[in-house]
């Protein structure tokens, strides 16, 4: 770890400490705070590499959270503060909206209880064909490659040179899955569709036992989805097949937000909200823009890791929301959920 990763993290971490007093929440300016999670598991339980990331974190962690969000926050739908944001009202107590992304089974079997029971609502952003399963989400693909595979080591080309990645043990495993991310989330959709076949050769691996091997990868089901529908969830779309939207034409992006937006509508009867796959600025662009408007979709989310300020409602199609994945180390948590996180990239 290089030094201004360390003075980073232990500052993150005394921010995270001071940012459990309602001190630092007197820092948040009143503005509302959107929270994102992906999914969360039973227990603490991982098998190798799986999970290596805490996409999903543990449920014990989950209503914790809510615990301490429903202290600090008046939870909301996302449609309230939505409305918030136009308004520019300035509220007491700040509001907060959670959301899940991608539609992964265990919001219906492991985080909905915990919110029924809490009184909690939510909105969830569906990936309309990993739903229905004519598609795996890429970054759970690789993960389950090479944590499951039998080989020491996979030759995959990377620009047309043969690189060599090592995978015979857990670390060889996450270091190569972190290394092989960052590089397909920066090549074409069809490239990482490519390359994704290469791996999954390489490896030896098939796809089609995922969910079944681990449960945390696998998706809702329409019948799950239109059961929250009636109690207290709401659904968005999230695309059709999860791509990078800024690398598409406008036709395949017109498709891919528009064929999901008409899904969820048809199975849920409206689809109101909007989340990026990816969710960084250049994942979109103008022709992003002007489909969502195009469609009716006034709110649009991102995953900068902010709250939210006055100057969004100059921007509503691509607001802040602050990603709660790994968000078990606590810390982090009430740092990410305060403005300390903000604090400590201003002071670095
Ligand atoms: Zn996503």
Known sequence: MNIPSIIKKSTTSILGSFACTSIS????NGMPLVVMYHGVKCGTKQKGSENYRWKHIPDSVFEEQIIWLKKHFEV????????????????????????????????????????????????????????????????????????????????????????????????????????????????????????????????SVSKDTMYEEFSDYAPLSWEEVIEMKNENITFGAHTVTHPILSSLPKDIQEDEIISSIKRICDKVGDCKYFAYPNGQLHDINNDTREILKENNIKYAWSTIPERIKKTNADDLLFLPRVTLDASQFNNRFYALTSNALQYTKNIL
């Open 25 to 28: 929440l007197a820092l948040s």
């Open 76 to 203: 909301v739908s996302l449609e309230e503060v939505e409305n918030s944001i136009s308004d520019k009202r300035d509220i007491k107590k700040p509001l907060c909206a959670i959301t899940f992304d991608d539609g992964f089974r265990n919001n219906y079997t492991n985080a909905f209880p915990i919110l029924k029971k809490y009184s909690v609502p939510a909105t969830i952003f569906l990936t309309t064909g990993f739903i229905e399963r004519n598609i795996h989400l890429w970054t759970d693909v690789l993960e389950y490659a090479l944590n499951t595979s039998l080989h020491n080591e996979i030759i995959i080309s990377i620009d047309g040179k043969e690189k060599s990645f090592h995978i015979s043990n857990t670390t060889e495993k996450i270091h190569s899955d972190s290394i092989l991310r960052n590089y397909m989330k920066k090549i074409s959709n069809d490239s990482r569709e490519e390359l994704l076949k290469e791996i999954l050769t390489a490896t």
